[in-house]
């Protein structure tokens, strides 16, 4: 074998393109580096091989009077030409992804096109030795026909290479493209593509995203906005609406502290007034969640401060409650008491306040009363490791103290009250036999009660510490 090769060193050179095709494809993309290296040797070995059996592939081929030795080596002249041009594209796609990442994949592309291109008119000049003025001419005429019958394609790659060049967005941010939501999962050479809020995937040509109006939502950092609008009755106070939204605003932990969330009137006119609760989140998944929260917690504190949203339709019972019975309407634990039973609580309910920073009640006391949440802002905080951790935020309709009521048990949880806070208190003496005789109310409480306990084992349990793997890499320097 070794012999065949040292007589027909044509086959040799066949066998090194032959074995660069398959070892490229046997490596693993993970030794991407082993794979460029493997490369450039076997390119280096190929080069040696030519230019040692007097093959340059500047010069066309010898041996032009055996025709069959003479075609094998123009073959391996282009070969090399064609080899070279892989080689040096690798090289700097290799270069390029070390300092502009995946947003450079189009701008890698079209340079390999321009060496291949290269290499080809280079292939056809000194090895075929054919007029390239001549080509060339061909080649521009052709060019003309192809560019004007793909006008919109090269349209979106020159638009493509704007878009990488000046980075409106990248990968995996979060845009809109006229009005188009989503993340960007790929920027390739004709079109952009968003995966949306909804699972699906929008494509967006290049040359339509380079006209469009686009909004990154990613940039400057990592915030995202979020702003709700609450219409409210053109009667109310301003100071009571913007008190009571900026106590919903308080209620939701999700919203960044910097920059600080706001309340602001937006409009105002005889058919109602709208104000805006606007902030930020730390991710784009938790815009909906905190939506849907600020909406909830809007309705509550407005109606806790006597404030009646534009689109509700109010009873004419409802203004004539007092506002313990009210709470009792409301509330998702008592709202099946009958009528009378709720006229009889409220009677009994007798209502207590507390400044900000105020301990309702501290964890591990066993509470004689059950608290119902009227107004404000109420927040939880747990240990962990020794260290105070909130937990969560509740506010009107809420109820604290239920383990003592159940049980004679005591929540892990300090509860304190973190805007100015009114509260309904309900004696346990006059509330036990109620829960005895409503099995409801009972059932109700008490799966509030498990909810609560799982949430605080699930919080405070310690974290599971994964070993690190060892290889015998690891182990080798660790000898060392």
Known sequence: MLSLLTEHPLFSALILILLDLGLWRLISSRGSEWKLLVRVLIFALFSIVLFNEGLNPMEPAPWTDNVPLHLAATGLQIGWWLFGARTLT???GAVMMQRVGHTGRL????????????????ALAYVLDLPVKGVLATSGALAIIVGLALQSTLSDVFSGIVLNTTKPYQLDDWISIDGTEGRVTDIDWRATRLQTSQGSMAVIPNSLAAKAKIINFSRPSNMFGVSVSVPVSPHARPSSVIEALERA?????????????????????????EYEISGFVASMGEKRV?????????YRHLQASGVNLLSSNETSAAPQLSRPRALLESSPIFSTLREEEKDTFSQNMTLQTFRAGETILAGGEVSDHLFIIESGVVSVT??????????????????????????????PADFSAKTFCALYRIEKSYLKPCLDARHDIHDAMQALLDFRLHKAQSLTEETP??????????WLRNRV
Not at 290 to 298: E, G, H, K
Not at 468 to 473: E, M, Q, V, Y
């Open 465 to 474: 510490v994964v070993a690190p793997k060892r290889g015998f890499l690891q």
């Open 90 to 92: 690798v090289l700097i």
């Open 107 to 122: 701008l890698q592309d079209l340079l390999g096109a321009v060496i291949f291109l290269i290499a080809i008119i280079a």
């Open 249 to 273: 605003m308080q209620g939701c932990r999700q919203l960044l502290d910097t920059p600080a969330p706001s309340v602001s009137l937006k409009s105002s006119a005889s058919g109602g007034a």
């Open 382 to 411: 747990l240990k962990r490791h020794g260290a105070p951790l909130e937990s969560g935020r509740m506010g009107p309709g809420e109820v604290i103290g239920e383990a003592g009521i159940l049980s004679d048990t005591a929540l």
């Open 290 to 298: 905190v939506r849907n929260q600020l909406f909830d917690l809007a």
